[in-house]
């Protein structure tokens, strides 16, 4: 299966667990949804956006890939400290914490299927070189 391929599809299957303990497990009314889904929503694109710019870097030559890899996540976290902000200043949110809270919490999972995703298509080059 290709990796592109396979990492959507293991980024779909974390999110449907994910949303499926935030319905079923957590007691109606503990977490505002809306601002776990604005979180999420944030969380999901960043790691895309991550992963597709890995993916488009790795064939580049070294001072190419250093420059989309790094770069691209300076922008992408720029961009995330920047869209927090606006949320938080306009209001955008009924709940704060809820939004705040679940943002760090999905960006810590969603962060490490990023860099297995990054090993695994690293251990893939390496085995068909």
Known sequence: MKPLFEFFIKLCILSIILWGII?????????????????????????????????????????????????????????MMVLIAVVLVRHLVPVVNDFVFSFFAFYCIYVIVEILGYQKKNKQKKNTA
């Open 23 to 79: 319905f079923f497990a957590l007691d109606p009314g503990s977490a505002h949804r809306y601002s776990v889904f604005l979180a999420w929503i944030m969380v999901v694109t960043n790691t895309a956006a991550g992963y597709l710019l890995f993916e488009y870097a790795l064939d580049k030559e070294s001072a190419v890939f250093t420059k989309v890899v790094f770069g691209g996540l300076m922008v992408r976290l720029l961009l």
